[in-house]
């Protein structure tokens, strides 16, 4: 049964009239009465300034194309990405061609093409983010500046759109549906190409993740679910499978002790992984140095655990860690790759509240806890954390070592059922039912007609 997608009825909004200034009286039904426009342009066209590619649409016989709409404003987003692009291959093999995108910093201009910077200076300075977040939260707020960055650069990015030709079209970003969904709606292939959203924040999300006009929105969690109900998406449209995980990481399976035999470590002694991030931020080195402390015996000076540092690319940090004179086995590690393999080697994992470490950590059953998190979207996962059960929130370096030191001696049975909650709050395979529903979704279009993405008159006319 084809699927159909409902849209409220309301009075047309800011952006709709910007983009009516845009592309004139552009609709639905003139665009479609191009259907079946080839890649040459007759005369007229030509005299119009106007050229149309022709996109062969879902159920032809022929690989079929997938954007992935990300952003570098934190690791996650292309995380995700990349996950969803694995998980077409290995399911799908040659049936998809998948491109993952940042459409925006390619094509667009200032501010779109600087968002990477612009937020890392601003989590930098965190203050700044909250403001940031909560601010553009009213929705007649990041209307209107959404408004503002499609008459400025929705050319632009119909340019990219264009270039890809998409079938199916994810965006992994909160930032990446409205200007593409506005191109796709004045040009009437909204009904025609597949465009989905997957949320990559586990809990408290901004506003913009969540766009009426989406085919799909997956949500990582329940709480999420109801976000989206309540910013009216539809049931038919909400689908709350997890956060997808690249399918290298889940379907890495290696018992402990040989792990553990793999990267050198103590093939006994329970051992507890430290990380900040990509960047290597947050107060790693002063819980390195009271881990180091409180997990040696102060009777027989043995060590009762180890430890693992993962300094990301923060070569200063690695540097000065390595230089310690350690009283217990510790490995300093830089920027990782095999994650899974350190997170299978260990028994407790200690990090900032970032969506897709928290996901990895669940999936290996490692109990948790969160020493950070960034106001806004990583606020809500420290109760997701909490209050199932599969680990604590402390920011005190000391108090962490104290709670790594007790799950390691007096407490390890609150550790093991830790472990077993994380274990039931995972969701693996995540990734897959992703992938499986939106090919799903590209069946129940079926052969459609051949139409055409269209170069429209300059967006930059009504500045």
């Keep these: 049964m084809v699927m159909t997608v409902a849209y409220p009825k309301k009075a047309v909004s800011l952006t709709e009239k910007v983009l009516q200034r845009v592309y004139g009286n552009h609709s639905t039904s003139s665009s479609s009465s191009n259907l079946g426009c080839s890649f040459d342009s007759d005369d007229e066209n030509e005299e119009d300034g106007e050229s149309t590619v022709e996109l062969l649409q879902i159920g032809a016989e022929r690989t079929k194309n997938v954007l992935i709409l990300m952003s570098d404003t934190g690791g996650g987003h292309r995380a995700s990405a990349e996950a969803i692009r694995d998980a077409f291959k290995i399911e799908f093999g040659d049936e998809y061609r998948v491109f993952v995108k940042d459409v925006c910093k390619e094509y667009a201009g200032w501010p779109l093409n600087d968002m990477e910077r612009s937020y890392k200076f601003m989590v930098k300075h965190v203050h700044l983010w909250k403001v940031a977040f909560h601010s553009t939260s009213p929705k007649w707020i990041h209307s209107c500046y959404l408004a503002a960055m499609a008459a400025y650069y929705a050319k632009e990015v119909e340019a990219g759109l264009m270039e890809y030709k998409p079938d199916i079209i994810i965006s992994v970003h909160p930032l990446m549906q409205h200007i593409p969904l506005w191109v796709l709606k004045w040009q009437g292939l909204q009904k025609k190409v597949i465009f989905v959203t997957v949320i990559t924040d586990l809990n408290t999300c901004h506003p913009t993740w969540f766009h009426p006009r989406v085919n799909r929105c997956y949500c990582p969690s329940k709480e999420v679910a109801k976000r989206a109900s309540y910013f009216g998406l539809e049931e038919s449209q909400?689908?709350?499978?997890?956060?997808?995980?690249?399918?290298?990481?889940?379907?890495?399976?290696?018992?402990?002790?040989?792990?553990?035999?793999?990267?050198?470590?103590?093939?006994?002694?329970?051992?507890?992984?430290?990380?900040?991030?990509?960047?290597?931020?947050?107060?790693?080195?002063?819980?390195?140095?009271?881990?180091?402390?409180?997990?040696?015996?102060?009777?027989?000076?043995?060590?009762?655990?180890?430890?693992?540092?993962?300094?990301?690319?923060?070569?200063?940090?690695?540097?000065?860690?390595?230089?310690?004179?350690?009283?217990?086995?510790?490995?300093?590690?830089?920027?990782?790759?095999?994650?899974?393999?350190?997170?299978?080697?260990?028994?407790?994992?200690?990090?900032?509240?970032?969506?897709?470490?928290?996901?990895?950590?669940?999936?290996?059953?490692?109990?948790?806890?969160?020493?950070?998190?960034?106001?806004?979207?990583?606020?809500g996962n420290v109760p997701y954390v909490v209050d199932n059960g599969a680990g604590v929130f402390t920011r005190s370096p000391k108090e962490t070592a104290r709670i790594v030191t007790e799950w390691f001696s007096t407490k390890t049975d609150e550790l093991k059922r830790m472990s077993e909650n994380a274990l039931k709050l995972a969701q693996p395979e995540a990734v897959v039912d992703i992938v499986k529903d939106i090919h799903d979704l590209a069946a129940q279009r079926g052969p459609l007609a051949r139409v055409p993405y269209m170069l429209t008159a300059s967006f930059t006319s009504i500045i």
């Design 238 to 379: 909400i689908r709350v499978f997890g956060l997808p995980i690249r399918p290298s990481f889940v379907r890495a399976v290696i018992s402990k002790d040989n792990l553990r035999l793999e990267l050198q470590m103590d093939p006994i002694l329970p051992a507890v992984l430290l990380m900040g991030g990509g960047e290597g931020m947050g107060p790693v080195k002063e819980t390195a140095m009271a881990l180091g402390e409180s997990l040696l015996d102060k009777e027989t000076r043995k060590p009762i655990g180890q430890l693992i540092i993962i300094c990301g690319r923060n070569r200063t940090l690695a540097s000065t860690l390595q230089s310690e004179e350690w009283k217990i086995p510790v490995k300093v590690r830089g920027f990782e790759t095999q994650m899974e393999k350190w997170m299978g080697a260990c028994d407790c994992i200690i990090t900032k509240a970032g969506p897709g470490t928290i996901a990895e950590a669940l999936i290996r059953g490692l109990p948790i806890i969160l020493n950070d998190y960034i106001p806004g979207q990583e606020k």
